[in-house]
């Protein structure tokens, strides 16, 4: 299960692996109001789920094509379909945003990391592609995907081959680089510091500090073992405090 909540905090949105994008309209105090239910159009929400900076965009990865991307009203939260990118080779993208540009990564024949520009009509051009692995992997991975706030260095944790990587995004020369990788096992979430100086990482037994240096690359701070198996984590929005998910209790850690 996966959630985000619109910048205007009025819409959440809810993706379980089933064929369906589940919108719940906020009120103002952030109490549930009304419900609704919008069908991919392309089979299961197998990959990830985010909405655009500026709100108007829902884009979600599915198991059979690419990336679909829905119209957000902007009034009432609900979605319609706008279009799609990619073909059957590419499937479970697993999403993220950074101003206008759309970061995913697709397993399918090969395994991509692509990154597009988002345009004023809404569509998606193709800016920069990288093989990240040429072997076919047609099921739905669990990628732990996070960008800098320029938008510039890309994170990717990958669960199978346990690793964390760093991949540079050049805007101007269209270009995607590995810069640097950690071995890093059974590794479920990824976020920034507010600062952007630290990026945590959880694996299911310990949480990560790595800091982040000037040219994207990590050096690891510190390792701090968990009790339960997590499954997530999430920073607050002051920034003192991690929230990790675990098969037991949700628990808190404080910088």
Not at 81 to 101: A, L, P
Not at 187 to 205: C, H, N, R, V
Request: aromatic content about 8%; charged content about 15%; some cysteine.
């Amino acid at each position: 299960t996966q959630l985000v909540i619109s910048n205007d905090g009025r819409s959440l949105y809810a993706i379980n692996g089933d064929s369906n994008i589940y919108h719940v309209s906020l009120d103002g105090d952030g109490k549930l109001n009304t419900s609704s239910t919008m069908a991919t159009g392309y089979g299961a929400a197998t990959g990830g789920l985010a909405i655009s900076a500026d709100g108007s965009y829902v884009y979600v990865g599915t198991e059979h094509d690419g990336l679909v991307t829905f119209n957000r009203n902007s009034s009432s939260g609900a979605l319609s379909y706008f279009g799609k990118t990619g073909d059957s080779n590419e499937r479970h993208g697993v999403v993220t945003v950074q101003g206008d540009y759309v970061y995913v990564s697709f397993t399918g024949t090969a395994e991509l990391l692509r990154v597009y520009q988002r345009g004023s009509n809404g569509q998606l051009t193709l800016i920069s592609e990288l093989m990240t692995d040429d072997n076919s992997n047609w099921l739905a991975t669990d990628y732990q995907l996070a960008v800098s706030s320029d938008g510039q260095y890309i994170y990717v944790g990958d669960p199978d081959d346990g690793s964390l990587s760093v991949y540079r995004f050049d805007a101007t020369a269209k270009s995607l680089v590995q810069v640097d990788s950690h071995t890093l096992s059974n590794i479920t979430g990824i976020t920034f510091s507010t600062d952007g100086s630290l990026l945590y990482a959880s694996t299911e037994k310990s949480i990560e500090i790595y800091r982040v240096a000037a040219d994207g690359s990590l050096q690891l701070a510190s390792s701090t073992a968990t009790s339960g198996s997590n499954s997530d984590l999430a920073l607050s929005s002051y920034g003192l405090s991690l929230l990790l998910a675990s098969c037991r209790l949700p628990s808190a850690a404080t910088r």
